[in-house]
């Protein structure tokens, strides 16, 4: 299983990005992915899932601002994230379960700053 996340940067407050992660390795369609993020020094905090099902949800910390969506022909699974604020900057990984082991990826870092 591997998990590649991209698209993170250096993003002013109120502005948007779109982060996507390649999946290989397992059956994308039938698995949950889901999206975290960790300040360094801090706990890690999950954002959002989306089932394989296409059901999603989100924490609290992002409903309305961030989506999350999946392509199962392409084995990608994207956050996009609007009205960003500096609170938001924080490495970004997705993650999936599978057969009883979660993975990760590496993280893209996301940048919120004027």
């Known amino acids: 299983v591997q998990l590649v996340e991209s698209g993170g940067g250096l993003v002013q407050p109120g502005g948007f990005l779109r982060l996507s992660c390649e999946a290989s390795g397992f059956t994308f369609s039938s698995y949950a992915m889901g999206w975290a993020r960790q300040v360094p020094g801090k706990g890690l905090e999950w954002l959002s899932g989306?089932?394989?099902?296409?059901?999603?949800y989100y924490a609290d910390s992002v409903k309305g601002r961030f989506t999350i969506s999946r392509d199962n022909a392409k084995n990608m699974v994207y956050l996009h994230m609007n009205s960003l604020k500096p609170e938001d900057t924080a490495v970004y990984y997705c993650a999936t379960d599978y057969a009883g082991f979660e993975y990760w990826g590496q993280g893209t870092p996301v940048t919120v700053s004027s």
């Open positions: 989306i089932y394989s099902d296409g059901r999603t």
